[in-house]
């Protein structure tokens, strides 16, 4: 049995082999846009070394011959002294668990491929920061290790910042920490750091954060992770260079506009973990328009092939555009009314069609709750709503605390930001605020899967989890004080103020105009019922 596929446009292999992320790559290469060469570790090979406890024979042999893929189609050398070649090693299941399992950046820069990337760059302060990238990421990535427990860094702990004789104090105590918690030394040869990343990502199929994800969201526990192996783009090459997110339309409205978060001189752990401040996407265009205009037309073909909003990862690297993933936007509430009913308006899908990608369940969420305007709320802090609705509860500062106090009524979880070790806490709480992350940081993506009510990004906001204490505007908050999120304004309140309820949604009253004209009786008295009507007609008629 082969393990690994290369990636091209003519692979016709499933999501449930080739994992989902891998699949949109493939969608990609058809398109036509760039796309950095990868080639994909198979879910078979995870079900395997999960089942036997070591990876499947000739699993080794068939990683070293596509790693030479790679040299050819790149002109470079895995772990070489001269034109190094690294690559980025990512899960990839065949349904999104968003940061549930493990991902490693910048692997192959052995401590002299590191020198060669200096030399050919011109540039040693890049070369140690990818680097110590690639050393905290594999630290996070062995088992047992919190995911936010070795963030990318230099020895106070920020990205990119400080000398070389810094980074490379920092690259001695990452490299230190890995044998303490590893038992032996970080390897410092190509090959074995790549076999060792790609069983530590098939090891975090069975993380506790991924069980507890896939327990939540109902999916089995036996299908596995792909493991995407990519050719490195480096976004922290220089000022020209970055990374970001983005999608087709607007999450939280639906609206026809891209929209997204961008970080420039950064990699692509940096916007997702919400880690960093980010920039909303048009400021793009500003600094850098051909890559904007790159990505615009990217998008477009995406969503054309999709026939959905779209959401893309994006790379670029001293101005030029590369794009790491792809897929469906899978947006809910009035968001994913509204776009079903744009493209069936447009002639995209059918009336049919969208009637079905709309869940039933999901229309309750479409006239979501506002903070009445003037009612006076004490705004704690304002930041950027990631997912409508209003959340009222008590304040926990901790996933742990979350837990707990919600078996005692609603909670609100206000965190510095949100890695996926969050997720009981998350599923608990009846809304989230963090003080950094954009809308397509971890927090943002998994309060929209879920349908919690969501701000990220709130200026000023300092959550103190040892103290259970939040300072905002000069004031402190404690743990138990009643606070209220509103995910559309992106505000956090102190106490529980009015709210509102906006009743015309006109995309949502033309998708039940379509509902009733295709149900076989009358129309129900709720909307719920009426939608579900509509639907059953729909595949009755499909056979």
């Known amino acids: ?31 036509g846009l760039p796309v950095p060469p990868a080639f994909v570790v198979t879910t078979e090979a995870c079900r395997r070394f999960l ?22 189609a790149t002109g470079r050398r895995f772990g070489g002294e001269h034109a190094p070649l690294a690559v980025s090693v990512r899960s990839g299941a065949g349904v999104s668990m968003p940061g549930m399992m493990s ?19 011109g540039d040693a302060r890049f070369a140690l920061e990818s680097r110590l990238r690639l050393l905290t990421g594999f630290a996070a990535a062995l088992p047992g290790v919190p995911a936010d427990a070795a963030a990318p860094g230099d020895a106070d702990g920020n990205p990119g910042v400080g000398d070389t004789d810094r980074l490379r104090a920092a690259i001695a105590a990452a490299e230190e920490r890995i044998e303490r918690r590893h038992g032996r ?48 783009v480096f976004g922290n090459r220089d000022g020209r260079s970055g990374t970001g997110v983005a999608f087709s339309r607007d999450p939280g409205t639906g609206e026809n506009a891209p929209s997204g978060d961008v970080l ?68 809910t509430g009035a968001a994913g009314v509204r776009v079903a009913v744009d493209l069936a308006e447009a002639g ?41 609705g209003v959340a009222v509860g008590r304040l926990a500062t901790t996933s742990e605390a979350a837990v707990r106090m919600a078996a005692d009524g609603p909670v609100v979880l206000v965190r510095p930001e949100t890695s996926p070790d969050d997720v009981r806490g998350l599923a608990a709480a009846a809304g ?61 309140v102190l106490g529980d103020p009015a709210t509102t309820t906006d009743t015309a949604d006109a995309h949502l009253r033309t998708l039940l105009a379509w509902a009733d004209d295709v149900s076989d009786g009358p129309p129900a008295d709720d909307e719920e019922p009426r939608l579900r009507a509509a639907q059953a007609a729909v595949r009755r008629s499909r056979g």
């Open 1 to 31: 049995m082969r393990w690994i596929r290369p990636l091209s446009a003519d692979l016709d292999e499933g999501a449930d082999a080739l994992g989902a992320k891998a699949h949109g790559l493939v969608a990609l290469h058809r398109l």
């Open 51 to 72: 089942s036997e406890g070591r990876p499947p024979d000739g699993l080794r042999e068939e990683l070293a011959g596509a790693v030479r893929g790679l040299e050819a």
């Open 103 to 121: 991902t490693v950046l910048d692997l192959g820069l052995t401590s002299r491929a590191t020198a060669a990337l200096a030399a050919e760059t």
């Open 185 to 232: 030394p970080f390897p410092d040869d190509a090959a074995e750091q790549l076999e060792t990343a790609v069983e530590a990502v098939f090891s975090s199929w069975d993380a506790p954060r991924a069980r507890t994800y896939r327990e939540l969201n109902g999916i089995p526990h036996d299908l596995g992770t792909a493991v995407v192996v990519q050719a490195m």
């Open 264 to 331: 420039f001189a950064r990699q692509g752990e940096d916007v997702v973990s919400g880690r960093e401040p980010s920039l909303p996407l048009h400021e793009l265009r500003s600094r850098e328009p051909s890559v904007a205009d790159a990505l615009g037309g990217a998008l477009a073909r995406a969503e054309g092939h999709f026939r959905d909003a779209c959401y893309v990862e994006f790379t670029f690297e001293s101005g030029g555009l590369w794009l790491l993933q792809a897929r469906p936007g899978r947006f």
């Open 348 to 388: 995209v899908i059918t009336r049919e069609e969208a009637l079905l990608r709309v869940p039933p369940q999901g229309i309750r969420n479409v006239r979501a709750p506002r903070i009445t305007a003037g009612a006076q709320a004490d705004v704690v802090g304002r930041g950027v709503g990631a997912c409508p």
């Open 432 to 492: 989230i605020a963090t003080a950094r992350g954009g809308a397509a940081s971890h927090a943002a993506v998994v309060a929209r899967s879920m349908g919690r009510p969501a701000a990220v990004g709130i200026a000023g906001l300092e959550v103190d989890a040892a103290a259970a204490t939040v300072r905002a505007g000069g004031r402190t908050l404690a743990e138990g004080d009643v606070v209220a999120v509103d995910g559309a304004g992106g505000e956090l």
